[in-house]
């Protein structure tokens, strides 16, 4: 089956850097999300892209977080300016089309910010 | 806002065992409802889903009945093998965007 790959599985993070975090959806898919998952916690949407700009965000999704599609292949997450409580696990998702309902995820990058 | 609540784990089960997983949801209007699950070191998978009230969705043993009434999708298998421990994540999507709520996950172990 198709998968969704995302690097680095770990990134650990001085508080204040920026960040990126790639993924690589399924190639023929069109929709592209983010989700993350504090330790502990449920598993947060962040973002939805679609047509190469974002089609909805979270309240988490401030200023300091941005997405981009730079390439037709790579979908990155960039955190400008990392915080402790950015530390979470983080998973990239793809689907086909609007009628298509499954989603592939990621395995996630664990990212820790000290 | 949209919310899932799910039973709060570690399960622990002998193979063979009966598994339930609770979960129960708020949501305004008519939300799809899907159950995914994480084996160790993977991505989270759809498991099984159902897209409206009395839908039944299964998938590999696993079965989940949407509930309106009692606004529940319960996750059930009757045999529970030792390559079913991972976690399961119980979510709804509210409309077309599949902007998913998950609950927390529950992690199951079966032992042999």
């Known amino acids: 089956e198709p998968e969704v790959t995302q690097t680095p599985s770990h990134q650990v993070t001085q508080m204040g850097q920026e960040v990126i975090l790639r993924c690589v959806p399924i190639?023929?898919?069109?929709?592209f999300y983010w989700y993350r998952q504090i330790l502990g916690q449920k598993v947060e949407f962040l973002v939805s892209?679609?047509?190469?700009?974002?089609?909805?965000k979270s309240e988490i999704f401030d200023d300091q977080f941005s997405v981009e599609r730079p390439d037709g292949s790579n979908f990155t997450l960039k955190i400008r300016s990392t915080k402790l409580e950015d530390s979470a696990m983080y998973f990239c998702?793809?689907?086909?089309?609007?009628?298509?309902?499954?989603?592939?995820f990621g395995s996630g990058t664990q990212l820790s910010v000290l | 806002g949209d919310s899932v609540t799910q039973m709060e784990g570690p399960v622990t089960l002998s193979e063979e065992a009966f598994l339930t997983i609770n979960c129960t949801y708020t949501?305004?209007?008519?939300?799809?409802l899907f159950w995914y699950v994480q084996y160790p070191g993977e991505g989270l998978q759809l498991l099984l889903k159902?897209?409206?009230?009395?839908d039944k969705g299964s998938n590999k043993g696993f079965e989940a009945t949407y509930r309106k009434e009692t606004t529940s999708f319960h996750l059930e298998k009757g045999s529970v093998q030792v390559s079913d421990s991972a976690v399961y994540f119980c979510?709804?999507?509210?409309?077309?965007?599949?902007?998913?709520?998950f609950g927390k996950g529950t992690l199951l172990t079966v032992n042999p």
């Open positions: 998702a793809s689907r086909f089309s609007s009628t298509n309902e499954k989603l592939f």
């Open positions: 190639s023929n898919h069109l929709y």
């Open positions: 892209f679609y047509n190469n700009e974002i089609s909805e």
């Open positions: 949501a305004t209007g008519y939300p799809s």
């Open positions: 159902a897209t409206k009230a009395d």
């Open positions: 979510a709804l999507s509210p409309g077309s965007n599949y902007k998913l709520t």
